[in-house]
């Protein structure tokens, strides 16, 4: 323990005692004594702390939850949030609120609450008067009169199931919300641009709203006096898209075929957190609504927008200028991903332990001392080879390029060199969204890279002179097959990913296996299509196959992989295989718990353990794009398979990028605890909702 702890301890002691200490000399045995004392102290007084902390949900071990949620009669695995809020939940019990909210604690997701009764319809025939009977007469023909404008019977429909007058259904979004801030769009040619990074079709999306919950100090009212009571949840605050029939339902919306919002519009408020619905800026000066016009933009036949007018397709997320708006445009909008994947979703940060930092600003804006700021990528790269000492630890990154912009960023071509310092991290932080344009070659001597966090138009180019690439929440363009491509004489280069969304990977039989954790790997590139059309993309290319020779061993865990898979060994777990796994070596490795594709050969790949070979639901209508690409939902096994759950694994987990965590048994635990918060005579169902769900 160093003397500055020890005196922190010693300052209860009286002062001659502490005087008594020589500065600069060896402690006294007394002291020393106390010293030692002094650690256990702070060992009690850390231990006296957590009994006052484990009283609460909010700061409680992980190990006393379960003891909260017992004295609150919950089951044990209760999460923190419904351990806080279960008083308050119980007191509005029975209400769609308390449903919805109890629905998005325990998952974690968004959830809307339809009330079966709303769904029962009595429609009257117009076209004749209805007699009062209910009954047919089989004798005078009456039943062929059944659908008919004669028709003499009044009818009721009844739905069954979860629309049923005595059903309650919770219905859940399995993802979520992210928000691209002042994105550069994309061109896409003729005069038009896209409003996603890399150009992919990405519909609109309202802004999300956070969880509201009356708790327990809120509720506190007088006895006898009913609680306030709160309407079910408003469309503006699901992760719903943004289509015709709910922008016209907002406010006033002037037709044609150009669409214009009314001044007082929803959608065309601005707030602290962000529009509404989108943004429009040219040079940074942010574009008025009335100069936004919302209409279709197909290939052929759209409108022409006015000189000083953009004209934006909210279902395909493209969008047209005038002539005379000129200058750099940029968009904020939300985007629906139902994962931890990507750059949108990334949760990068710079590192304040590394000993030279360069930052990429196009706009060469003001930056803490010490650290070197350039324009472009070119620039970054130039000064990490310049630089020559780093004070970063031994197990430090020495080099950190940030790109704080959400520019598209030119590639700087072929980067070689043997710079001094080895240990390099290229990272854009959280809310940037940056795109490198071009391929990013990399061959840098002996050199360890981690990039994390941004968009690659082309492919990434691992080169023989590198010692480790590593990937982090990146991705890279799927639907133009770009991947990742290592050089085959790439014999010692350690290459992996983590939560990324890359196109197909082309690799050879090297020293280290191809390392990949909860990623999707899509060697077919289907393009996202919300408004029909072919999604194209090619169903057989592979996703992992050798780059000359012989295909590279691979270890996977939680990973989606479309299209075929060809390795040399394999150790895989928790993956998806949407067509089939074929390896070199069949006598060692393991595959286990994975969905293996309708293909499968069990002679082509080392003995599965648990594993499950059956067709897949189909990919050509979904695709990857750059915050999320919508695996398959999986139905329950049986007779009459109930709605998708998210589950497929034989042991009870998940599967696949977007199943590793657990979703599965999330939905499946909610399904079973509806009946908790609604009354007995009602009868509760689950509905997960479609990715691109619009209603």
């Not at 009169?145 to 259904?169: K, M």
């Not at 360069?358 to 930056?367: E, F, K, N, Q, S």
């Not at 909610?670 to 990715?691: G, K, V």
Request: overall charge negative.
């Amino acid at each position: 323990m160093t003397a500055e702890v020890r005196r922190e301890f010693l300052r209860m002691l009286p002062p001659a005692v502490v005087a008594g200490w020589p500065p600069g000399e060896d402690t006294p045995p007394s002291l020393a004594l106390l010293a030692a004392l002094q650690e256990q102290w702070f060992a009690l007084a850390a231990d006296v702390d957590s009994i006052l902390d484990d009283a609460f949900p909010d700061s409680a071990a992980d190990w006393a939850l379960p003891y909260l949620a017992a004295l609150l009669g919950l089951p044990p695995d209760a999460g923190r949030r419904e351990i806080a809020y279960a008083t308050a939940l119980r007191r509005r019990k029975g209400t769609p609120a308390a449903v919805e909210d109890f629905g998005e604690i325990v998952t974690g997701w968004p959830t809307r609450v339809i009330e079966g009764w709303r769904t029962t319809l009595w429609c009257q025939q117009l076209r004749h008067p209805v007699l009062r009977t209910a009954s047919l007469d089989l004798r005078h023909g009456e039943n062929l009169l059944v659908g008919t404008g004669l028709d003499p019977a009044r009818r009721s429909v009844t739905p069954g199931g979860p629309y049923h007058p005595a059903a309650v259904s919770a219905e859940v979004f399995p993802w979520q919300l992210v928000t691209y801030d002042g994105v550069e769009v994309a061109p896409l040619g003729s005069g038009r641009f896209a409003i996603h990074p890399l150009g992919v079709s990405a519909p609109l999306y309202l802004a999300p709203r956070p969880l509201e919950i009356a708790s327990d100090a809120e509720d506190e009212r007088p006895p006898g006096v009913p609680p306030t009571p709160r309407a079910p949840r408003g469309a503006a605050e699901l992760p719903i898209r943004a289509s015709w029939r709910l922008i016209d339902a907002l406010g006033d919306v002037s037709y044609g075929p150009v669409w214009g919002l009314a001044a007082e519009h929803p959608l065309t408020a601005e707030g602290p957190a962000g529009p509404a619905l989108l943004e429009v800026t040219v040079d940074g000066v942010p574009l008025p609504w009335n100069k936004i016009g919302l209409t279709g933009l197909p290939p052929v036949g759209a409108p022409t927008p006015a000189a000083d007018q953009v004209l934006v397709d909210p279902a395909r997320g493209v969008l047209v200028p005038g002539s005379s708006v000129t200058g750099t445009l940029r968009t904020t909008f939300y985007r629906a991903t139902p994962g931890q994947l990507g750059p949108a979703a990334s949760m990068a940060e710079p590192r304040d332990d590394v000993g030279v930092v360069i930052v990429v600003d196009p706009a060469l804006g003001t930056h803490p001392p010490g650290q070197t700021v350039v324009a472009d990528l070119a620039g970054a790269v130039a000064a990490a080879i310049a630089a020559t000492t780093s004070p970063s630890g031994p197990d430090v990154p020495q080099v950190e390029i940030r790109l704080e912009t959400s520019d598209r960023l030119v590639a700087p071509g072929t980067i070689t060199g043997s710079p001094a310092l080895t240990r390099w991290r290229v990272v854009a932080p959280v809310g940037m969204t940056p795109v490198v344009v071009g391929d990013l070659d990399l061959d840098l001597t002996a050199v360890s890279v981690e990039l994390s966090g941004f968009f690659v138009t082309g492919d990434v180019l691992v080169g023989p002179s590198m010692a480790a690439v590593d990937l982090v929440g990146l991705t890279t363009d799927a639907t133009a097959g770009k991947g990742v491509r290592v050089d085959p004489t790439a014999w010692t280069t350690m290459v992996s990913a983590t939560r990324c969304l890359l196109g197909s990977i082309r690799a050879d039989l090297a020293a280290y296996a191809v390392e990949l954790h909860d990623c999707v790997i899509d060697g077919r590139g289907a393009q996202p299509m919300p408004c029909g059309g072919d999604p194209g993309g090619d169903p057989t290319r592979s996703a992992v196959a050798a780059a000359g020779r012989f295909p590279p061993d691979l270890v996977a865990t939680g990973v989606t992989f479309v299209g075929p898979v060809g390795a040399g060994e394999v150790w895989v777990a928790d993956c998806l295989f949407t067509v089939d796994l074929r390896t070199t070596v069949t006598s060692t490795g393991c595959v286990r718990y994975c969905q293996l594709g309708p293909a499968d050969d069990p002679q082509a790949h080392p003995p599965a353990y648990r594993s499950v070979t059956s067709p897949l639901p189909p990919f050509g209508d979904v695709g990857l794009d750059g915050s999320g690409y919508y695996a398959p939902l999986l139905a329950s096994p049986g007779p009459h398979p109930a709605a998708p759950l998210l589950m497929a694994a034989s042991d009870g987990g998940e599967i696949g990028a977007y199943h590793h965590a657990w979703r599965g048994p999330l939905a499946l635990r909610l399904a079973q605890r509806l009946p908790e918060m609604t009354p007995l005579t009602l009868h509760t169902h689950l509905l997960i909702a479609e990715p691109e769900d619009s209603t």
